[in-house]
């Protein structure tokens, strides 16, 4: 990659139920233990045994970052993006509020888009009759209102994009976002992905075998590559990334948090529709493929941040993935974030650029017994050099896989 | 270039009977039966005809929504079209899709059945149905695709957004042959929350009309298959037509209103016809967004006056909505079918509906299907929060 046509991280906004904007997720992540808090399950759509928690962004006081005029008709995922779209900018030491700028493109990824106005419109058409329903539900019902809001918000004409690829579209978002302004096209991403979590989304989640439950007395928790892992830990809120062409940054005096070296993308065709599958040599083949493409291999990166999220089929495939495509060598050090930020929302693609921006990480929450079918141990809080190069891994349920390159600038 | 076009709409299962009612007018709006609809204020849409279809891999068929099976159809007949049986392996392909409901109305039927608190006759697989990515996943699940499958979720923009994406993927070297489209159906939230906003009109659409009133909506899929020259050449096969750029912008002015004065989507236009290297006085047709909502027909209208000046007024349009309503996330996708068609077959698409035009939007709205020489045509498609997203295309003929 060319001078000019390098990208790189220079904002990280984010929302989440660890706190609000960059020192809230890096505080997080040292001190290694998520912020979860008990779920409302007096809508009664839980079963008994389902779990209990979650990483909720909950009363967080977002005035500061929107006031509350504006955010009167969003929707939360909404809300949380504009709030991650702000703290990123600032981050970032831009303002690009005061006029329309089609040099700004905004890539946002969403897996369940806005849930809770969705419910709502429904709960109106089906109770009361469409006659009555609320139009302003159905203005932030449509998956791209948190891309739209945040285009609205920063004045942003450039392209608008809305990536709906479960756990892997956030890395498809900066994998765009990066190639419009590597392209010339536009001089600002803002890149990420927003959530939100409703009592119904849980419930759904947890049907479906998808999140960790409470055992015996033993509180439930994500457990990333433990041989007892059970499930995730859900959560909530938004990350936004703000990405430059390198030249321009550095000419503006931009603190650069990463290089984005590449993004590609695969699919597991033996996934069923809502579960991971068992492809993981083509994956591993796809992974190293992509590596190749951007220069690479497997030896080059010295750290990966996994996506590895305490899903009993997901885990297994990721790390089967990684030790194939690593093949006889050894694994670089593994981070897997998702025991601390959950599942959705986006926290851990601020934790990817983390890594690489020298946070320091605690343990890896909920590990403790290695599965022997995985023989993977990610970071067990023990100090570590600084990463050089980050490989970012996200496969979602139902096949798609996604990779990125992150390199320290 | 685009070797292979797959389409399922109202009209039925396949291009044939969609090439045939566009290339004569004909609209398929009418009544439907997809939801019980007695106290929904308009009565109205474009459904697709009942079917059932075998996907490639037999494990494939359990769970499809509607959505699932409409792409999987129009994938494999656009395969099919280009000379493609099957996926190969040795060509890396991708799959990009634009979609907005998925499987929504599948997902309404297991939360009917929730709320009446019968859980346990409430089957997961219609919850499956939920994410938006679904109808990409399924296509590339039955085909084996092991390269990238993206879903773009950007209102009535998705597919043409997705279409422009694999372009590029294209462009990059990501893959070799892509299979680009979008696939929506009708569901009651989309149905339920365009009447309340009262965009829906009581009769089928009439875009661009005076007496215009509102969209109808539709539902079905249409899907191209893209690759380079040299591949197409390589393998024998002939090119259909060129795709030859797409650009995108944002409006940011309003979540549901468009730009007044158009300029994001004139901004979308431009941005296209820069990526593809033409002029605007270039393009011979446009397929238009055309809802028929009073705001949004004169919003495009100053869009096209922003980019072609007075020819915004003499260029032909072709509105494929008047013919299979709006199929939202897959609009994009059936719209450029629509526009490889006439290019094709060098010749104009009459659109659906009489009487005057609106003197605010004077568009060249075409009474039948006349023959024209039509070089490069472009298609636009502008969404729910201002996302837009343009399409050039060119005729191709071998050198």
């Not at chain 2, 129009?74 to 060509?91: F, N, Y």
Request: net charge neutral.
């Amino acid at each position: 990659m060319s001078a000019e046509a390098s990208v790189v991280v220079t904002g990280l906004g984010t929302v989440s139920a660890a706190g609000v904007a960059r020192p809230a997720l890096e505080a997080a992540l040292r001190h290694g233990e998520p912020r979860s808090t008990p779920i409302d399950r007096s809508t009664g759509h839980h079963a008994p045994q389902a779990a209990c928690t979650a990483a909720l962004v909950g009363d967080l006081d977002l005035r500061p970052f929107i006031p509350p005029l504006e955010a009167r008709r969003m929707s939360p995922a909404s809300r949380y993006a504009v709030v991650a779209a702000r703290t990123a900018l600032d981050d970032a030491g831009l303002d690009v509020r005061d006029e329309s700028d089609a040099g700004i493109v905004v890539v946002v990824a969403s897996a369940f888009g806005p849930a809770a106005f969705s419910q709502r419109l429904l709960d109106q058409i089906l109770d009361e009759g469409p006659t009555v329903a609320s139009p302003s539900l159905f203005t932030e019902c449509v998956a791209n209102a948190p891309a739209a809001r945040v285009a609205l918000a920063c004045r942003a004409t450039g392209p608008n994009l809305t990536i709906v690829q479960g756990e892997a579209g956030p890395l498809r978002a900066v994998a765009h976002g990066a190639a419009e302004v590597a392209a010339g096209g536009c001089w600002l991403a803002l890149v990420g992905a927003t959530e939100e979590l409703t009592p119904l989304l849980h419930a759904i989640l947890d049907r479906f075998r998808a999140l960790a439950r409470p055992r015996g007395e033993a509180a439930e928790r994500a457990r990333p590559f433990d041989r007892r892992r059970d499930g995730v830990l859900a959560a909530e809120g938004a990350t936004l990334l703000a990405l430059e062409a390198e030249a321009a940054a550095r000419r503006r005096g931009a603190g650069i948090l990463a290089r984005v070296r590449g993004g590609w993308s695969a699919f597991d065709a033996s996934a069923p529709a809502s579960g991971w599958g068992r492809g993981e040599e083509r994956l591993a083949g796809e992974l190293v493929k992509g590596l190749e493409r951007h220069g690479l291999a497997p030896a080059d990166v010295d750290r990966i941040v996994s996506g590895a999220s305490g899903s009993r089929a997901g885990d297994r495939l990721e790390a089967l993935v990684l030790r194939r495509a690593w093949g006889a060598r050894r694994l670089p050090p593994i981070l897997a974030p998702k025991a601390t930020t959950g599942e959705y929302g986006g926290a851990f693609l601020g934790a990817a650029v983390l890594a690489l921006a020298g946070t320091g990480w605690g343990p890896t929450a909920g590990f403790e017994e290695t599965d022997p079918e995985l023989e993977v141990r990610p970071h067990d809080g023990s100090p570590l050099e600084p990463a050089r190069r980050v490989l970012v891994s996200g496969l979602a349920a139902g096949g798609a896989a996604s990779w990125l390159i992150l390199e320290r600038p | 270039m685009v070797s292979g076009v797959g389409v399922v709409s109202a009209w039925g299962w396949g291009v044939a009977p969609f090439r045939s009612a566009v290339a004569q007018g004909g609209s398929a709006i009418g009544p439907f039966t997809r939801f019980e609809h007695a106290n929904y204020p308009t009565h109205v849409a474009a459904q697709v005809p009942n079917r059932a279809i075998r996907p490639r891999r037999s494990r494939c068929a359990r769970g499809l929504t509607h959505a699932d099976r409409f792409a999987v159809a129009a994938a494999d007949e656009a395969l099919a079209a280009a000379g493609l049986p099957a996926v190969d392996t040795d060509r890396r392909t991708g799959v990009f899709f634009g979609g907005s409901t998925g499987g929504m109305f599948e997902c309404e039927e297991f939360y009917r059945r929730w709320r009446r608190r019968c859980l346990d006759r409430a089957p997961r697989h219609l919850l499956a149905a939920q994410p938006v990515s679904r109808p990409a996943e399924a296509v590339a699940r039955s085909l084996r695709v092991s390269g990238p499958v993206e879903t773009v979720s950007s209102a009535c923009a998705s597919a043409a957004l997705a279409i422009g994406v694999a372009l590029e993927a294209l462009r990059a070297g990501e893959v070799q042959l892509a299979l680009a489209g979008g696939s929506d159906s009708l569901c009651r939230i989309t149905f339920g929350g365009f009447n309340t906003l009262r965009a829906i009109d009581e009769r089928p659409c009439r875009p661009f009309r005076a007496d215009r009133a509102g969209m109808s909506l539709g539902e079905g899929s249409a899907v191209l298959v893209l690759e380079s020259l040299e591949s197409a050449r390589g393998r024998g096969a002939r090119p259909l037509v060129e795709l030859c750029g797409a650009g995108a912008s944002a409006d940011a002015h309003h979540m549901t209103a468009p730009d007044p004065g158009g300029n994001g989507a004139s901004l979308a236009i431009r941005r296209a016809l820069r990526d593809a290297a033409r002029e605007p006085g270039d393009v011979d047709l446009i397929n238009a967004h055309g809802t028929g909502t009073p705001l949004n027909d004169i919003a495009e209208y100053r869009a096209l006056e922003r980019v072609f000046g007075d020819r915004a007024r003499e260029i032909p349009l072709a509105v494929t909505k008047g013919s299979v309503g709006h199929l939202l996330g897959g609009a994009g996708a059936i719209e450029a079918a629509a526009t490889v068609h006439a290019l094709l077959e060098q010749r104009l698409q009459p659109v659906p509906g009489q009487g005057p035009v609106e003197p605010r939007a004077p568009v060249q709205l075409p009474r039948e299907a006349v023959p024209a020489e039509l070089e490069v045509a472009l298609s636009l498609n502008l969404g729910f929060g201002g996302c837009n997203a343009a399409l050039v295309f060119a005729r191709w003929s071998e050198p």
